[in-house]
């Protein structure tokens, strides 16, 4: 006899096996529609497993070893790059990036700022830090 799964463990064994740590909505549409997928995915919020830090982007978490509070997994950054890449936008470094790269300034990038290749209107961040985007041209 099969036991059946509800969608919220089905969306939960996803993203507990999955080795990214990053989702976004598309990710699950293999397995119901929007309107249930977002609904098992609150519930999944409300049970801590996961965090919202985006329209339509959803990280696993963590605890923090500060706080002893709920924080995402990876770093706003790497959460914003690994979306970017997964809706098809090419990351390029920042002008910023690129100058502390070949060694023309020693002042460090804050690691917020993103260059992107197309205008991009997602907002992204946690605990009230959002990541920018700065379009670049590449020559």
Do not use: W
Not at 14 to 36: A, M, V
Not at 37 to 44: D, M, N, P, S, V
Not at 102 to 121: E, L
Request: aromatic share 8%; hydrophobic share 35%; with cysteine.
């Amino acid at each position: 006899m099969s036991v059946k799964k509800t969608l919220e463990d089905r969306v939960q064994y996803r993203i507990k096996r999955s080795s990214y740590s990053t989702f976004i909505l598309s990710d699950f549409y293999d397995l119901s529609d929007r309107d249930q997928i977002l609904r098992a995915l609150r519930k999944l919020i409300k049970k801590k497993l996961i965090l919202r830090v985006g329209q339509g982007v959803y990280v696993r978490t963590k605890v923090s070893s500060v706080t002893n509070k709920i924080i995402p997994e990876q770093n706003i950054r790497d959460i914003a790059i690994t979306v970017l890449k997964k809706s098809g936008i090419i990351v390029i470094p920042a002008p910023c990036e690129q100058e502390y790269n070949d060694g023309k300034t020693t002042q460090v990038p804050t690691g917020i700022v993103i260059g992107v290749n197309s205008r991009v209107n997602k907002k992204i961040g946690f605990n009230g830090r959002f990541v920018k985007y700065e379009k670049v041209t590449t020559h």
